[in-house]
């Protein structure tokens, strides 16, 4: 069963007096547990795939299909809703809430999304930022960290109420190549440790190539999709 | 609740600068209302009660038309002996009454033996009009203040006469009096004291003892001009008027033996507050009017700089919105956050403004900043405000802050998070 099913999903966006069809009914398929990486250039449009996905905005026609949720048809509130409980969300530019720490960060969407009591939050948030490198940092603001630290506990934040699916745009386009390689190799293992789905958006060769499933996008339809060996070599 | 209380402080100090303007802003709109209140909320209680507690008492009774004729102060339309025994028994019954003071009133001229001028005369019991204005007998400067306010005979003056007349103390004066048949009379007086004036009709205003008003004015039987009633709660003015209106609805203001006044509601007496003697009440209305502008002026304040606050938050935080919404928080949740941190530079700027308002007051008392008013010098301003004002102000600013920080709270609530994650 997969975790994301679409079929024939548009999108259109309206720029004053024209039409743009940035997404023109594409089909896939993701499985869960996957690590799955949408490339192309800007504009190809990666990101409203994943902003379809993340139920951040409604397909123009077609269906999709999210964690046996027809995406489509949700309202504003059970989107919030749906986002809260299944979805994380990691950005290009980190956004971690600048007025509270490492902590509190990750903390956030157990106090204002979820309602996870006390004991319950400190395990967890305890044990991501263990997972994710970031003992010892957690009483740090955000303008006290690297990038990749920040984007370190991005993840974490995005894990911390157990999502199924990450989404994750551009994770690493504001990094340098190493950090950004091991922000991959931490979402990779959080996949493997958790068995979340992670799916990113990059233009970056050497990152795309850690994905398990690409998806290369060209003017809103897919023109590739390759599985790497590593994924053949799993499901053999 | 807690969590949003936290991260909306975090907020406001993030910040700071801006918080700090608009705090100060409501607090000194706080410290302007409230001083305001107390102090012209002093001054009026402070000059209604001269005009209460030295002249007119808190209500007057007069026979139906009189005041409309105060001018001349019309004899024919005094009480007649019956109706003040009726009025008298309705005031005994009445617990909120304090004390009563029939008086006897003319125009008189006013004679040294060289000059003669005109004045008006209150026949007075000493002890019943002490009761009744009790600042009465500290309105006497000069003069013998030991004893009785007046005996048989004697007359106490006001400066401006004694001024204009050269009339001191000890002095022989004679006042010549119409009565209601048309018969001149004339007395002679000693003045007994010269006493200050309180701003307003009183200012030709002399004091005899109402057996000499009586005589003077050759009564066969002894009438009333009007009856001055104090209060035991001025407060309760209202209640206690409307209450005295229905009760002495019912007597004549003639002994009913004429004819000439009907039965019924206000037939024959009529009934009026301080308020409607004084001119004074017009210049307590204009402070009340004043004291609604200045509480406007503060609302509107507190309005425009918190929802300049409010809209700044919101479109410098968009991308920070963007972001709590993607990751599933609630829109009222995202509602309660900006809602709480207007109610936080409300609830901030009210406490910090109450708190130097009521130090201020203090340091006012403390100080004892005296003014002048009319004839009236060194009167000491004594500000004074009542918790229940304080609240409501208060609680005025805090709603205003809540109100202005709705809009902008709604807006950032109902943000696509996409636009927002997008915004530059």
């Not at chain 2, 003071?101 to 004045?119: D, P, Q, Y």
């Not at chain 2, 209106?245 to 509601?265: C, F, R, V, Y």
């Not at chain 2, 700044?312 to 993607?326: D, F, K, L």
Request: glycine share 8%.
């Amino acid at each position: 069963m997969s975790l994301i099913r679409a079929q024939k999903l548009t999108k259109t966006y309206r720029t004053g007096e024209v039409d743009v069809l940035a997404v023109r009914g594409v089909d896939f398929a993701i499985e869960a547990k996957s690590f799955v990486a949408f490339v192309g250039p800007s504009g190809s449009g990666k990101s409203t795939l994943l902003n379809m996905i993340g139920c951040l905005d409604h397909p123009t026609s077609g269906k999709l299909t999210v964690i046996d949720t027809d995406v489509g048809t949700l309202d504003r509130r059970g989107a919030a809703n749906f986002r809260g409980q299944h979805i994380g969300f990691v950005f290009q530019d980190f956004n971690l809430i600048p007025v509270l720490t490492v902590y509190e960060n990750i903390e956030y969407p157990l106090i204002m999304v979820q309602d996870w009591p006390e004991d319950k939050r400190r395990k967890q948030i305890t044990r991501l930022l263990e997972a994710v490198g970031m003992s010892g940092q957690e009483k740090k603001r955000p303008d006290q960290i690297s990038g990749g630290q920040k984007q370190r506990v991005a993840v974490a934040r995005a894990l911390a109420t157990n999502a199924q699916l990450v989404l994750a745009d551009e994770p690493t386009a504001n990094l340098d190549h190493d950090t950004a390689y091991r922000i991959i190799e931490l979402m990779k293992k959080m996949r493997d440790e958790l068995g979340t789905t992670f799916v990113f958006s990059t233009h970056d060769p050497k990152i795309m190539s850690e994905a398990e499933v690409i998806f290369t996008l060209e003017d809103g339809r897919f023109s590739q999709q390759q599985t790497s060996e590593r994924k053949v070599a799993a499901h053999a | 609740m807690l969590n949003i209380l936290k991260i909306a402080l975090r907020n406001l100090a993030r910040f700071h600068r801006r918080t700090l303007l608009t705090s100060t802003l409501i607090t000194l709109g706080i410290i302007a209302v409230l001083l305001f209140m107390a102090t012209a909320g002093s001054f009026k209680a402070m000059m209604i009660g001269q005009f209460t507690d030295a002249v007119l008492g808190h209500i007057e009774v007069h026979r139906k038309g009189y005041v409309a004729s105060i001018d001349t102060l019309p004899l024919n339309l005094n009480m007649q002996p019956a109706t003040v025994g009726k009025v008298e028994q309705v005031l005994n019954k009445l617990d909120v009454v304090e004390a009563y003071s029939e008086r006897v009133k003319l125009g008189a001229m006013f004679s040294n033996f060289t000059e003669t001028t005109s004045v008006r005369v209150n026949g007075i019991d000493p002890e019943k009009e002490a009761a009744t204005t009790p600042l009465l007998p500290g309105r006497v400067v000069e003069g013998n203040r030991e004893g009785a306010l007046l005996k048989p005979g004697e007359i106490l003056i006001p400066t401006l006469l004694a001024r204009g007349m050269k009339v001191k103390v000890g002095d022989t004066i004679v006042l010549v009096a119409t009565n209601r048949e048309g018969s001149v009379n004339g007395k002679t007086f000693t003045v007994r004291g010269i006493m200050e004036a309180v701003t307003g009709p009183s200012g030709r205003d002399g004091y005899i003892l109402i057996d000499d008003a009586r005589s003077l004015l050759r009564m066969t039987q002894p009438e009333v001009s009007e009856i001055a009633i104090r209060l035991k709660n001025p407060a309760q003015l209202a209640q206690v008027y409307a209450q005295m209106s229905q009760e002495l609805s019912g007597i004549a203001g003639n002994d009913g033996k004429s004819g000439m006044a009907s039965k019924g509601p206000g037939a024959g007496l009529e009934v009026h507050t301080w308020a409607a003697l004084s001119p004074f009440s017009n210049i307590a209305n204009m402070i009340d009017l004043l004291t609604l502008f200045i509480k406007i002026m503060l609302v509107s304040i507190v309005l425009i700089s918190i929802l300049n606050v409010m809209v700044m938050a919101v479109y410098e935080r968009i991308r920070e919105i963007g972001t709590i919404a993607a990751i599933g928080t609630p829109p009222r949740r995202i509602l309660s956050l900006f809602l709480t941190e207007g109610l936080l530079l409300g609830l901030g700027g009210a406490a910090l403004g109450t708190a130097i308002s009521l130090v201020a007051i203090y340091a006012l008392n403390v100080w004892k900043i005296t003014f002048n008013f009319g004839q009236q010098q060194g009167l000491v301003l004594s500000p004074a405000i009542s918790v229940r004002d304080v609240a409501i102000i208060a609680g005025l600013v805090v709603l205003m802050a809540l109100l202005a920080s709705l809009q902008p709270a709604w807006k950032a609530s109902r943000m696509d998070p996409v636009t927002a994650l997008g915004h530059v």
